[in-house]
């Protein structure tokens, strides 16, 4: 659902979802809580998508620095690929 009101345009904020620069502009974690854990999902705005980088189990207070690593790896290849 919260995927789908990104999709449509809508910003979403606290408790929803938190601005990470920490990753790059435009760059959002949306958080999302199950029964049984705390799932996040890490994605940029575009103009014309919702770039989905990672989504994992939260397990810590902390972003894990791989997936920091990852994300940030994840993006520089796309870009590098949107001009090329």
Same mark, same amino acid.
């Given at each position: 659902? @919260?995927l789908?009101?990104?999709?449509? !345009?809508?910003?979403? !904020?606290? %408790?929803? =979802? $938190? %601005?990470?620069? =920490?990753? !790059? %502009? +435009?760059?959002?974690?949306? /958080? &999302? $809580?199950?029964?049984? /854990? #705390?799932? /996040?999902?890490?994605? $940029?705005?575009?103009?014309?998508?919702?770039? &989905?980088?990672e989504?994992?189990?939260?397990?810590?207070?902390?972003?894990?620095?791989?997936?920091?690593? /990852?994300? &940030? =790896? +994840? @993006?520089? #290849? @796309?870009?590098?690929? =949107? $001009? !090329?």
């Amino acid at each position: 659902m @919260l995927l789908r009101r990104l999709q449509d !345009g809508e910003h979403l !904020g606290m %408790p929803h =979802s $938190r %601005p990470l620069p =920490s990753i !790059g %502009p +435009r760059c959002h974690e949306l /958080r &999302i $809580r199950d029964e049984a /854990r #705390n799932w /996040r999902i890490l994605y $940029r705005v575009d103009e014309d998508a919702i770039v &989905i980088v990672e989504v994992f189990a939260k397990k810590t207070q902390k972003l894990p620095k791989e997936v920091l690593k /990852r994300c &940030i =790896s +994840r @993006l520089k #290849n @796309l870009d590098g690929l =949107s $001009r !090329g």
